[in-house]
């Protein structure tokens, strides 16, 4: 998804004149089809529904109507799949009715096509069957309905009755199964027909709201809250109730989680109600299930969501997916894309797999009697001129199916011939971003070659650790450090944190003592200026340097235990600089050598141990954005406003050794050395203010970048942290929630871009803990630790992996001890060079994974008695493709834990 983006409309073509309300219901609070958007609308006289269209009328403004539809508040509503005009609602008033809408311009009617009445009392759901023609389910209070239209008077059978209220219904997309969860915490799968007792299973421990949605297959997604109130997504395999397959938090939040999914692409939408941000996942039936793609922040707390039906995107833009966020007082469509060259004139058949179409497959009375067919699938490709533009890369001994073109009909949606339909197949959405045509998911790794290089890591995930590690109640904290420094700084013990309160007072949290920190006022650093950058020695966890405004670095000692009394005398006293400090760096490898840059334009080295000053470094013209030592220690690049990128070798010249063109913005910029010290990663902006990443080569800085690659448009510097045994770097940017990830490789592409990380709330800072902080036994390969507002939490990284009773060898190679110094300042100066030792980070208790059987476990299959109905046929397609991708073999040599393709029953867990 390196180029998926999503974006909200202009405000042009937002549907206004929109009063949502803040009224609760278990249901829907809009829908949409492919002409039509309902929503409920607290208006007097009760049961209220707006309506407008998708698409804007001929004066391209939007007309909203109201029609009163019930006596009591609307709960929920559906529009039928094969009837874009054809709305069923249900209320308070004990009654769903099926309403016939015309063009919002025109008159509504005023009496509905059928009044059901259950006699089940409040109903709080209704849904229309996916498959079959006047067929619905209803939610009674505690009971699931199943009502043939047809047949008004009884239902057609009346599910097992739930412990608590009903939250939710949804139906598999093949009709075959219903799903519900409960305020009772049971989630159940009904066959409705078969009159059994429901699959049921307790998944959360929280009777808050909770969803429930069929998503491939036999998949099935639930979203809820843990005991511990954090909002949470849960994969389960509708076949082992048992257990879920996985689980990601979203954060502590009141607000209802809603999800959509999307059968063609994989892609779920999560909203919370009274959010505003909108966040969409990529789910698949393997490892890593979870993939965000995407953190749409909103103007406005959302109401609720509905996805508009794919006849009504705008294929020709590439849009893959739309949302509409129903709000308090309008309506905003939010557009998902995938940019693409020639994409407004040209039809891109890689990104639109043939969807279901809108000829039911059956009628009530069938389906009833048994019948299973499925809906015939349809093409999306418009009606046009200008020829389809295929992006299908084809395997050299398969010529391409010329069926697969472009239906000629004037309708929007026609159904494909068959040879055109069996040439397609479900959709992953990593073609989205690939430009390949979709494929099922068990051909993944038959096609990764043909992709291109890929990142192991590409499906990292950072997650937010349990609250127990959390230090709360920060208060007064100072949110306007400069630019050049990272705000805070950590190390494996504690943290230090400026404060907004004058006299420059810093406060020391022990990380050994995580938890609420007390009302009252806290033993603080009192630094007797403003801080403008902080750092702890790498190599004493209790000596803390701090740069003033006042030109001068003061070193503080702190005591064992941390913070007891306030310090107001520091340890040493640093004296040099003509005007206020920019940043300070220690190097790496020396004990008590100290880098820092002013306003004066000079780097100064500093000698700890006698407090001295030892080198002086000139040559910049401006501001200095930052500093960063060489892996080695032998060298000290720098970034200025100048558009330079400079390279010193302190002991060998006081002028730069190598100087070339830097980013070319004004705004600041970062540097990390990376790839064995062969590389300098610069993350600046360009002419246009664009943030970018650039690399250079460190024996050739002069020549300019090697590569680069743009990120977005944002005001904050991306600041990077690098971890060498991985290679892998993660930048995030103050004032901001999205952390950006990528691999850097020394050959092309450079870079590979993995999945990023959203915080729940913008970033204050993030600063990084040495690899021993990581649990290799859950397979971190980075912890970092969050400043928010009024808290720090912790981060890991992780790789999500099968066999995590493993050691993965193959992520973790032995480790620098960069918490020891290799040699002291005395003798860096005199000329020796050091390196740190390394040590391995397996347990001694675990197998390295290379070591592992070689051999795949046979998978268990479930017996045929399990399932409920027979075979699609795109179960047997997805069969065939599976065997013949077994025939076929990775081209590659796979790692161990590539040929791990499942669990074993007994491996399940959450």
Request: hydrophobic fraction near 35%; charged fraction near 20%; aromatic fraction near 8%.
């Amino acid at each position: 998804f390196s180029c998926f983006y999503s974006g909200r409309y202009s405000n042009s073509e937002w549907i206004n004149n929109v009063r949502a309300g803040s009224f609760s219901c278990q249901g829907s609070r809009i829908k949409a089809s492919s002409k039509l958007v309902a929503f409920t609308t607290e208006q007097a006289g009760g049961g209220m529904l707006g309506l407008s269209s998708v698409k804007p009328g001929s004066d391209g403004q939007w007309t909203v109507t109201q029609i009163s539809c019930h006596s009591d508040l609307v709960t929920d509503m559906d529009f039928s799949p094969f009837d874009e005009s054809l709305l069923a609602t249900c209320s308070g008033d004990e009654t769903v009715k099926l309403w016939r809408l015309c063009d919002p311009e025109l008159q509504q009617p005023s009496s509905p096509l059928l009044t059901v009445r259950p006699g089940q009392g409040k109903l709080e759901l209704v849904l229309f069957h996916p498959t079959s023609s006047g067929l619905l389910a209803v939610g009674a209070n505690k009971s699931p309905l199943i009502w043939d239209t047809c047949r008004q008077e009884t239902p057609l059978a009346v599910l097992e009755q739930h412990g608590d209220q009903l939250q939710s219904l949804s139906w598999k997309q093949d009709g075959s199964l219903l799903a519900s969860s409960c305020k009772d915490k049971m989630l159940r799968v009904f066959d409705p027909r078969a009159q059994l007792t429901p699959v049921q299973v307790s998944p959360y421990k929280s009777n808050k709201d909770s969803r429930i949605l069929w998503a491939k297959d036999e998949l099935l997604l639930t979203t809820g809250f843990d005991m511990m109130r954090s909002r949470e997504v849960r994969l389960w395999d509708s076949r082992k109730l048992s257990s879920s397959i996985s689980s990601t938090s979203l954060g502590i939040s009141s607000g209802m989680m809603i999800p959509l999914f999307d059968d063609d692409t994989g892609l779920l939408i999560l909203a919370g109600m009274g959010d505003a941000v909108i966040d969409c996942f990529e789910v698949t039936a393997s490892e890593p299930f979870f993939s965000q793609v995407s953190h749409c922040l909103m103007d406005t707390s959302t109401r609720g969501v509905a996805m508009v039906p794919k006849v009504a995107l705008d294929v020709l833009s590439c849009e893959v997916m739309r949302v509409l966020q129903l709000t308090d007082s309008c309506i905003v469509p939010i557009g998902y894309q995938v940019p693409r060259k020639h994409s407004s004139q040209e039809f891109h058949e890689d990104l639109y797999p043939d969807t279901v179409g809108t000829t039911p497959a059956m009628s009530a009375e069938e389906w009833w009697k048994g019948g299973n067919k499925q809906v015939d699938i349809v093409s999306v490709c418009p009606s046009i001129k200008a020829p389809c533009l295929y992006q299908v890369t084809s395997h050299p001994a398969a010529p391409q199916d010329p069926a697969r073109g472009c239906s000629t009909s004037s309708s929007p949606l026609s159904t494909p011939s068959s040879s055109a339909a069996a040439s397609r197949s479900p959709s992953s959405t990593s073609g989205l971003s690939s430009g390949f045509l979709p494929s099922p998911s068990q051909s993944t790794k038959a096609i990764q070659s043909l992709l291109g290089p890929t990142s192991k890591f590409r499906h990292i995930q950072g997650a937010v650790t349990h609250r127990d590690t959390h230090i709360t109640n920060l208060r007064g904290l100072n949110l306007t450090t400069p630019g050049e420094s990272d705000g805070f700084c950590v190390n494996r013990h504690r943290v230090a944190v400026p404060l907004a309160i004058s006299g420059g007072q810093i406060a020391i949290c022990e990380r050994s003592q995580p938890g609420r920190l007390p009302d009252t006022a806290l033993p603080t650093i009192q630094n007797s200026v403003n801080v403008v950058d902080l750092s702890w020695d790498p190599f004493d966890a209790h000596r803390l340097a701090v740069a003033g405004d006042d030109a001068k670095i003061r070193v503080w000692q702190v005591p064992k235990g941390g913070l007891k009394d306030t310090l107001t005398e520091p340890e040493v006293l640093l004296q040099g600089h003509t005007e206020k400090i920019y940043s300070i760096a220690f190097h790496p490898l020396a004990s008590g050598l100290l880098a820092s840059s002013s306003y004066d334009l000079t780097v100064r080295l500093w000698n700890l141990e006698n407090g001295e000053q030892v080198n002086l470094l000139t040559g910049h013209e401006d501001q200095i954005f930052c500093m960063a030592w060489s892996p080695d220690g032998k060298l000290l690049a720098t970034l200025s406003k100048d558009g330079k990128v400079r390279i010193y070798d302190p002991r060998k010249s006081t002028a730069p050794v190598q100087e070339g063109p830097g980013p070319e913005g004004h705004r600041g910029a970062r540097a990390v050395w990376v790839c064995e010290g062969k590389y300098l990663l610069v993350s600046g902006f360009d002419s246009r203010s664009e943030r970018k990443l650039s690399l250079y080569s460190a024996d050739s800085v002069s020549s300019g970048a090697v590569a680069s690659t743009d990120i977005d448009t944002s005001p904050s510097t991306l600041i990077p942290f690098y971890d060498p045994d991985t290679g892998v770097v993660i930048l995030s940017a103050k004032g901001e929630t999205r952390v950006h990830i990528y691999e850097i490789v020394p050959e092309d592409p450079y870079f590979m871009e993995c999945s990023s990380f959203n915080s729940p709330e913008p970033l204050k800072g993030f600063a990084f803990l040495p690899k021993s902080e990581c649990n290799v036994r859950d397979v971190e390969i980075a912890v970092g630790l969050m400043l928010t507002k009024a808290a720090i939490e912790p981060v890991a990284f992780k790789v999500p992996r099968v066999k995590k009773e493993f050691f993965q060898d193959d992520v973790y190679t032995d480790t620098a001890v960069c918490w020891e110094p290799a040699l002291t300042a005395s003798a860096w100066l005199s000329g020796s060079n050091g390196q740190h030792k390394k040590i391995s980070l397996k347990p001694k208790d675990m197998t390295p994974v290379s070591e592992a059987p070689k051999e795949a476990p046979v998978r268990k299959y479930l017996p045929s008695s399990v399932y409920l109905e027979e075979k699609t046929d795109e179960q047997k397609k997805e069969e065939l493709l599976s065997a013949m991708v077994a025939k076929l073999g990775n081209i590659d040599d796979p790692l161990p834990q590539d040929s791990f393709e499942g669990v074993d029953e007994d491996e399940w867990d959450d």
